[in-house]
């Protein structure tokens, strides 16, 4: 071997492990444990803007935003019934149910529900500042801003919760939370970080990260030859293995966890569903109804919610001050 070809080897290999030390850096940096920047997102609690919305003869609605010590802001909906004494004051501390479901909808989802049955809804938008409408290759552009959304979204939930719990017509004790499709992991993460929700509702949910991108993007592209990187990259930008919910939901119990999901859901891998329930820990419970994937329109997601409402009101949480922190 020539001085010359040693030289170019040697500066190749040089390149090549630079590379590896690179990558290596990026994976961990990328993979790191998200419960701090949790913490320091979700911050404290710095002020809140309230706007009366739209009422009936049974609820009244109000638009919050919530801005944080940390910058975070986080806008949400609250439906529920309306007040029952002249002072303005509601007399009743009632159930809460956090609601958390698709991008588009967000706290929209409250419009939904044409009777709370007497709890309150807090319907919550994603955190996203970027073009929801996005498609095609311009959602490169968008990699950044979806990265932190997702990483901001179990903050704005608790954050949220932290102003929902001090309300006067709020019980802190009877306070649970329903994620719908992509809010399900987001959901299941902030109950496992906070001990005040009571109970979680998976609704359409799954396991994994990658697993289900990979499934949704065979469909849509034809081949796995193309599914296959795409959703790996896309699980490694924004840290799907650190916030696949079945390394989250068993931080849960001894809280009950309940599962909804449909029988033919096409855009679910049954594998997944299943990897899920079994990492729930006790007392679990899962319901299995008739059709396929949720979608945000009134007449798919008003028998779920009746459905979540009707159990929640023949099972009720146990009142009790150990409930609360």
Same mark, same amino acid.
């Given at each position: 071997?020539?001085?010359?070809r040693?030289?170019?080897?040697r ?16 994976l ?34 109000d ?25 303005g004051?509601?007399? #009743? &501390? +009632?159930? $809460? ?11 929209n =989802?409250?419009? %939904? @529900? ?19 409408r ?43 939370a ?37 499934f949704? #993007? &065979? +469909?849509q $592209? ?11 990259? =896309?699980?490694? %930008? @924004? ?48 319901v ?12 798919a ?25």
């Amino acid at each position: 071997m020539t001085t010359r070809r040693r030289r170019v080897m040697r500066r190749v290999g040089v390149a090549l492990a630079g590379l590896l030390v690179v990558t290596a850096a990026a994976l961990m940096y990328l993979m790191r444990d998200p419960r701090p920047r949790f913490a320091d997102r979700r911050g404290q609690l710095k002020d809140a803007e309230v706007i009366a919305g739209a009422a009936d003869s049974l609820h009244q609605v109000d638009l919050v935003q919530l801005r944080s010590t940390s910058g975070l802001a986080v806008e949400l909906a609250i439906k529920r019934p309306r007040r029952t004494t002249p002072g303005g004051v509601d007399s #009743l &501390r +009632r159930p $809460l149910v956090i609601l958390l479901g698709g991008h588009r909808t967000g706290r929209n =989802a409250v419009n %939904l @529900i044409e009777d709370t049955r007497g709890t309150v809804v807090a319907a919550l938008s994603y955190p996203f500042d970027g073009n929801h409408r996005v498609k095609g290759l311009a959602i490169v552009a968008e990699v950044p801003a979806i990265r932190r959304a997702i990483l901001d979204t179990p903050s704005a939930v608790l954050l949220a919760l932290d102003y929902l719990a001090s309300q006067p017509f709020v019980d802190p004790a009877r306070i649970e939370a329903v994620g719908v499709s992509l809010g399900a992991p987001f959901v299941t993460i902030a109950a496992a970080l906070d001990e005040r929700i009571r109970r979680v509702w998976i609704v359409h949910g799954t396991g994994g990260v990658y697993t289900p991108l990979e499934f949704n #993007l &065979r +469909r849509q $592209l034809g081949s796995r030859a193309a599914s296959v990187p795409i959703a790996a990259l =896309a699980a490694v %930008l @924004i840290s799907g293995p650190r916030l696949a919910p079945e390394r989250w939901i068993p931080l849960i119990a001894p809280r009950p966890v309940v599962m909804i999901n449909a029988t033919d859901d096409a855009r679910l891998p049954r594998a997944s569903i299943e990897s899920l329930y079994r990492a729930a820990g006790e007392p679990r419970e899962r319901v299995w109804v008739t059709g396929g994937h949720v979608r945000s329109e009134a007449e798919a997601v008003r028998p779920l919610v009746a459905l979540v409402l009707d159990r929640m009101l023949s099972a009720p949480l146990e009142v009790s001050s150990s409930n609360t922190r």
